[in-house]
């Protein structure tokens, strides 16, 4: 069975800080990556999908992707409280459409 | 460009009842997809319509069901209501299968 696993937190930075979040997943055949931030009830918003090995940047965020060790991690430069949420990892392998989520990282920015 | 929309935004139901959940997906958008978020448990795959057909299931009993409308739009119909299905059901649509999804806010379900 498939997993992706991903420390629960809360994970604690300072305004300003750079806050990383890490995902490892357990399908080698792994293709698609993707990272939701959810709210407090809210529903999840898709804000960085990553396909290959290295990072990919979007403004204040940036998302790192290593097949070879299978973990993924997003950086939030420059962190606001809010960006104060829980983020989600997702993996999609080649032989399924539907993502596995991990249960994601609850994240805390204090001013 | 109006996003994925889902009614009821809350519904309360006795055990034992049925309830119907509603999805429009983004304009252009064939796939829809239905998630269960209960508390502590994360994100749990229901089912996923695309053009007109269920494509592919969770690990779910039979009584979650649903359809996909020639116009896209879904329905998910829990039958037999139980205590532990409530949560929040949430409605994802994508352009092509295996996308990023865009969600809708979600119904939130209670049994009592």
């Known amino acids: 069975q498939k997993e992706v696993e991903q420390n629960s937190g809360p994970l604690s930075v300072p305004e300003g800080a750079i806050a990383s979040l890490n995902c490892t997943y357990s399908?080698?055949?792994?293709?698609?990556f993707f990272w939701y931030r959810q709210y407090s009830g809210k529903s999840p918003e898709l804000i960085m999908s990553?396909?290959?090995?290295g990072d990919k940047e979007d403004g204040r965020f940036t998302a790192q992707l290593n097949k070879a060790s299978q973990y993924v991690s997003l950086l939030i430069r420059d962190s606001q409280p809010s960006d104060s949420a829980t983020y989600l990892c997702?993996?999609?392998?080649?032989?399924?459409?539907?993502?596995?989520f991990g249960r994601g990282t609850s994240l805390i920015v204090h001013p | 460009e109006a996003g994925v929309t889902q009614s009821p935004t809350h519904l309360i139901k006795t055990r034992g009842q049925q309830a119907t959940l509603r999805c429009s997906p983004i304009?252009?958008?064939?796939?829809v997809y239905w998630y269960q978020q209960a508390l502590g448990l994360g994100l749990q795959f229901l089912l996923w319509?695309?053009?007109?057909?269920?494509?592919n299931r969770g690990n779910f009993p039979p009584r979650f069901s649903g359809r996909q409308f020639p116009n896209y739009s879904s329905e998910l119909n829990v039958n037999a209501l139980e205590l532990e299905d409530s949560a929040l059901y949430l409605c994802?649509?994508?352009?092509?299968?295996?996308?990023?999804?865009?969600f809708g806010s979600g119904t939130r379900l209670t049994v009592v």
């Open positions: 994802a649509s994508s352009l092509e299968a295996g996308d990023g999804y865009t």
């Open positions: 399908d080698r055949g792994s293709q698609s």
């Open positions: 990553i396909y290959s090995n």
């Open positions: 997702a993996e999609r392998s080649g032989g399924s459409y539907i993502p596995t």
């Open positions: 304009s252009g958008h064939t796939s």
């Open positions: 319509y695309d053009e007109g057909e269920e494509r």
